[in-house]
């Protein structure tokens, strides 16, 4: 009976216990997934569209972009891609084919990477399109 | 004696019971905050820069982009704002003063909350740019 008891109270305490540190994990990772974007530098490259371009959309994701995010290295947070598509309004052109965007903590980080690696990340361009990328720099402010 | 022994067995199945409820629980949040934008359509509105040319961030932020979010309903996943800033290439103006962006699940559906609300909307731009828009919808590959 004693040792019935002693038993009970032994697993009654573990569980406490195993529960207690379930909840504390939790909160560690659910703080860790609420890191906004907000205050970020995005570098953002825009392949604009017009008759005769042309774009390779597996090359630039599978290739070409983790290429540069691959000279990066930690100042990049994340990098993002999109695809154009039409916007359903009549008669209005495709602005741009893909867009590319870089998330990274400092410009100046940024483009000290970049600067070595220019000549390599222009001549990948022929590899996917033929037109030349406008540039742009942002803050993220949501 | 006896009754300690059912007290105790009954605060064990509580705990046993409260614990499995948490994991369950955090399962379903877990996996809410692993979705990913692929997929997402994504509406973007783009305000060029040009001499003369304005653009009230705060009004945008907490004015603007809440109303228009609004009309968008349970199709909306998420909508951002960038602010341009110099991209530090010597004589290369801004191209864009500010960025919003709307992720939807459905480019339809986006287009028939907007369309009763166009008047509303175009009216609002007054309030805070002189520009007109660029307006681009893509599909988030990344």
Redesign the interface.
Known sequence: ?KS??IL??S??TI??V??SQ??KS?KI??HN?SVT?KGL???TIMYPYSEGKTFN?EYY?TKH?PMVAGYLGANLVK???????????PN?P???M??GAFYVKS?SEY?AAIAPNLDAIRADFANYTNVIP?????????
Chains 1, 2 share one sequence.
């Open positions: 009976m019935k008891l009970l109270f697993l009654l569980c406490t195993a529960f379930e909840k939790d990772s659910k997934m974007d530098i995005k570098v959309m994701e972009m990098y993002t891609i999109e695809k154009g598509v039409p916007n359903g309004i209005q495709l602005p741009y893909a867009i410009l483009q406008v540039l742009m720099v942002s803050e993220v402010v949501q």
